[in-house]
C-alpha cells in the first residue's frame, strides 16, 4: 500500500491538478513556453501565476522530498505512510484550491481550504523517516 499511496496517488494527484493550469492557460491566454504570466504584459497575470504558483509548489518543491521520505519510512511505519500519503495527495489538492482563490489573501490563502494538511503530512514523513534513521543507527530503541 506505501507504493500505491505515497507513489502513485500524489502522481495522480499532480496530474489531476494540471488541469486547472491548463484551464487557466486558455481563461487567461498564457502561452507555452511561459511559465508564468508577465505582470504588464498579461492583463490577468496574478490570477494565472496563482494557480500555477500552486501546481508548482507542490510538483516541483514537495514531490521528490515527501516520496523518498514515505517511501524510507513505510519500511518501518507501513500504514502510517499509506494513510500519510493519502493525506498528502488530498492535502496538495487543497493547496492549490487555496492558492488559486484570488479573493483570499496570498499570503494565507493556500492554507485557507485545507492545504495545510499537505504541509503537515511532508512533516510526518520527514519525521518517521528520522525515526526510522535513528533507531537504526541505535540512537534510541523504540
Given at each position: 500500500?506505501?507504493i500505491?499511496s505515497?507513489?502513485?496517488a500524489?502522481c495522480?494527484?499532480?496530474s489531476?491538478?494540471g488541469?486547472?493550469?491548463?484551464?487557466?492557460?486558455?481563461?487567461?491566454?498564457v502561452?507555452y513556453?511561459?511559465l508564468?504570466a508577465?505582470?504588464?504584459y498579461?492583463?490577468?497575470a496574478?490570477?494565472f501565476n496563482?494557480?500555477?504558483?500552486?501546481?508548482?509548489a507542490v510538483?516541483?518543491e514537495?514531490?521528490?522530498?515527501?516520496?523518498?521520505?514515505?517511501?524510507?519510512?513505510?519500511?518501518?511505519?507501513p500504514?502510517?505512510?499509506?494513510?500519510?500519503?493519502?493525506?498528502?495527495?488530498?492535502?496538495?489538492?487543497l493547496f492549490?484550491?487555496?492558492?488559486?482563490?484570488?479573493n483570499l489573501?496570498?499570503?494565507?490563502a493556500?492554507?485557507?481550504k485545507?492545504?495545510?494538511?499537505?504541509?503537515?503530512a511532508?512533516a510526518?514523513?520527514f519525521?518517521a523517516?528520522?525515526?526510522?534513521?535513528?533507531k537504526?543507527?541505535?540512537?534510541?530503541?523504540s
Open positions: 500500500y506505501v500505491l505515497c507513489v502513485a500524489p495522480i494527484a499532480t489531476f491538478m488541469g486547472p493550469v491548463m484551464k487557466a492557460r486558455k481563461e487567461f491566454n502561452q513556453p511561459n508564468y508577465t505582470p504588464g498579461h492583463k490577468d496574478d490570477a496563482r494557480v500555477q504558483r500552486g501546481h508548482q510538483l516541483v514537495s514531490l521528490p522530498s515527501f516520496t523518498l521520505s514515505a517511501l524510507v519510512a513505510g519500511v518501518c511505519y500504514i502510517t505512510m499509506s494513510i500519510t500519503g493519502v493525506a498528502w495527495s488530498v492535502g496538495a489538492y492549490q484550491l487555496g492558492y488559486a482563490d484570488t489573501d496570498v499570503k494565507m493556500r492554507y485557507k485545507g492545504g495545510m494538511v499537505f504541509r503537515l511532508n510526518v514523513a519525521g523517516c528520522v525515526r526510522m534513521s535513528g537504526l543507527l541505535g540512537w534510541w530503541s
